[in-house]
């Protein structure tokens, strides 16, 4: 049996795990690296990619940006996060917004230092990076579009910059990179539609309350008949190996959504259509394993 005071330190843990969202990036950590393997660095041996130092460091720092991020966006929604995920907000508040600035900045300093190990233009990007995170926690999330694309874009920045670091320009990863976007679009506005309550008495001006539920819909519905396009190309001009089957997988998994979305009315109703699209997202993660599973193999060593 623990003690009170080990049971207290369990608490506080649990509580800043849930604060960073480890979960997530514990998934963005993995989702690197099976891009890096698979996509970036395709023509290098996975022995070489795995064990590159610069690699480590630049997922390290992306890690310690978005947990610090998380921090943040957490203690601008504070008041928000007690209406819109109370439980949740309630094992947050176990650890004091002192100690959560604290943090914010030591996993900050630490991302420049681990940027630092690759290049000063890494410690340009990670800066710029963890200012922009700052910039939309503050102000930009609280504006219509804007916030939702900021937020895509952001989502995204880590693997721009191991694409940055391979150099790799093929068109076919922009495709995916533009499935991508669409997809995280549609979860950001998603999420609108879920924090309406929250949203209104904190006075954020996002999409839902501005443009009002009904506009909200018909901009999902044409982001997800646009995540056709990309898809479309991925399955006839580029070789996807097996990974075609997830793009069969999603379309079916986006009908089922867009039929749930016009009938949808409450939180519950939206919560599960995040959760479609967040499956969606870590699906893909892991659907990239599936490109050509015999060509990895061989480049074992």
Same mark, same amino acid.
């Given at each position: 049996? #623990?003690?009170?005071?080990?049971k207290?330190i369990?608490?506080k843990f649990?509580?800043m795990?849930?604060?960073v969202?480890?979960?997530n990036v514990?998934m963005v ?5 099976v891009?890096?393997v698979?996509?970036?660095a ?5 022995r070489?990619v795995?064990? &590159? ?5 630049l997922?390290?720092a992306?890690?310690?940006t ?10 601008y ?9 109370p439980?949740?907000?309630m ?6 917004q002192?100690t959560?600035l604290?943090?914010?900045f ?5 991302a ?7 290049s000063?233009?890494?410690?340009l #990007?990670?800066? %710029?990076y ?9 102000r930009l999330?609280k ?5 939702n694309i900021t937020s895509?874009i952001l ?7 191991i694409f ?5 320009f093929?068109?076919?990863? #922009?495709?995916?990179a533009t ?6 679009s549609m979860?950001?506005l998603?999420?609108d *539609?879920?924090?309406?309550t ?5 006075n954020?001006k996002?999409i839902?309350?501005?443009y009002?539920?009904k506009?909200?819909?018909i %901009? ?5 008949l *646009?995540t056709l396009?990309?898809t479309?190309?991925?399955?006839t001009?580029y070789?996807v190996g097996h %990974?075609?089957?997830f793009?069969?997988?999603t %379309?079916v998994l986006?009908s089922?959504f867009l039929?749930?979305?016009w009938?949808?009315?409450?939180k ?7 959760n ?6 870590v699906?893909g993660v ?5 490109i &050509?599973?015999?060509?990895?193999l061989?480049?074992?060593f």
């Amino acid at each position: 049996m #623990f003690s009170r005071k080990q049971k207290h330190i369990l608490l506080k843990f649990f509580s800043m795990f849930s604060v960073v969202r480890g979960y997530n990036v514990l998934m963005v950590v993995i989702a690197q690296y099976v891009t890096a393997v698979y996509i970036l660095a395709h023509d290098k041996p996975v022995r070489q990619v795995v064990f &590159d130092e610069n690699l480590l460091m630049l997922v390290l720092a992306s890690s310690a940006t978005i947990a610090g991020g998380y921090i943040i966006n957490n203690f601008y929604d504070s008041e928000k996060d007690l209406i819109n995920r109370p439980q949740k907000s309630m094992l947050d508040r176990l650890v004091s917004q002192n100690t959560k600035l604290s943090f914010y900045f030591v996993l900050n300093f630490l991302a420049v230092v681990m940027a630092s190990y690759v290049s000063f233009k890494a410690v340009l #990007f990670f800066s %710029m990076y963890i200012f922009a995170i700052w910039l939309y926690s503050h102000r930009l999330k609280k504006l219509p579009f804007v916030g939702n694309i900021t937020s895509a874009i952001l989502t995204i920045v880590p693997f721009f910059a191991i694409f940055i670091y391979y150099k790799n320009f093929e068109h076919v990863i #922009f495709v995916h990179a533009t499935y991508l976007i669409l997809i995280i679009s549609m979860r950001e506005l998603t999420k609108d *539609l879920e924090n309406i309550t929250g949203d209104l008495a904190q006075n954020y001006k996002t999409i839902p309350i501005v443009y009002g539920e009904k506009y909200s819909k018909i %901009m999902l519905s044409i982001l997800a008949l *646009l995540t056709l396009v990309p898809t479309y190309f991925l399955l006839t001009k580029y070789n996807v190996g097996h %990974m075609s089957y997830f793009f069969y997988f999603t %379309m079916v998994l986006l009908s089922v959504f867009l039929g749930l979305l016009w009938r949808s009315k409450t939180k519950r109703h939206y919560v599960i259509l995040h959760n479609i699209l967040k499956f969606i997202i870590v699906s893909g993660v892991f659907s990239v394993l599936l490109i &050509d599973v015999n060509v990895v193999l061989n480049r074992l060593f």
